[in-house]
């Protein structure tokens, strides 16, 4: 009896220990610390390398390497394709001196966007991020500079990178309607949280007169059945983001 009760005591042990430590590893989350649960339509973020959620701001982590094959890939690289001919808008393509490089960007955005009283100007830089995990730029090449000098650089894809290696998209990432999505699929989001939508709606052309001063609308979306405030991507200037974030932009680490 008294050695029953030992090897019960043990018995009880040893599944004590191995408990505690199923639930220490069920509940980490490759250290990060964040365990909320990450709503399905983050999910759609493809490219990125790890997407969680603290219940206030979701983090995507990228590399910034697109997915696609583009001519700025350095020459051996197994995307790397070469381009010529015509580009964004007609222009004839004309290759800018940069390459891709690896990058490290953390894009915190609101788990639950809200319209913000003033609208903060979109930066210079990534004020968003594509579905593959590519930053989105706004519609200037520098301070209030249209990018009438950029768009010839554009690649096959109409992406291109800046000097230090950042491949970005300021318009229509063609990879993503022609090839991976549609022409009316979710295209990514800005760092205000509102999703960002391609060309077309409802089998038409979106255009600029279709939309507010920060470049979206609102009315309910495959992805959001109930309604959102969105942005569509259009083919003439501003193409992605008008005057400004709607809600209230998170923040990118690069
Ligand atoms: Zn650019
Ligand atoms: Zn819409």
Not at 23 to 52: C, E, F, Q, R
Not at 91 to 97: A, S
């Amino acid at each position: 009896m008294k050695q029953m009760s030992f090897l019960s005591l043990l018995f009880l042990s040893i599944t004590s220990i191995i408990n505690l430590s199923c639930k220490k590893d069920n509940n980490t989350d490759n250290g990060s610390g964040n365990t909320n649960t990450v709503p399905a339509v983050y999910l759609k973020i493809y490219g990125a390398t790890s997407i969680t959620s603290d219940g206030t701001f979701i983090t995507i982590k990228t590399n910034g390497n697109p997915d696609h094959k583009s001519v700025y890939y350095p020459n051996g690289n197994a995307l790397y394709e070469t381009f010529s001919g015509t580009t964004f808008g007609g222009n004839t393509f004309t290759k800018n001196p940069n390459s891709i490089i690896t990058q490290n960007y953390t894009f915190k955005i609101p788990l639950n966007p809200t319209v913000a009283s003033t609208h903060a100007a979109t930066p210079l830089g990534a004020m968003g991020v594509a579905v593959n995990g590519i930053p989105l730029y706004n519609q200037y090449a520098g301070p209030a500079q249209p990018l009438t000098n950029e768009v010839m650089s554009f690649d096959q894809y109409w992406g291109h990178p800046t000097a230090t290696g950042r491949y970005h998209y300021h318009v229509e990432p063609l990879y993503l309607t022609t090839v991976k999505a549609t022409k009316s699929s979710l295209m990514g989001f800005l760092l205000d949280g509102f999703p960002v939508y391609g060309p077309e709606e409802n089998g038409a052309a979106v255009t600029n007169a279709m939309l507010d001063a920060y470049h979206g609308h609102t009315h309910a979306t495959a992805d959001y059945p109930n309604g959102i405030y969105h942005y569509h991507i259009t083919n003439t200037d501003p193409y992605i983001n008008g005057s400004g974030y709607y809600g209230t932009p998170g923040t990118v680490t690069q």
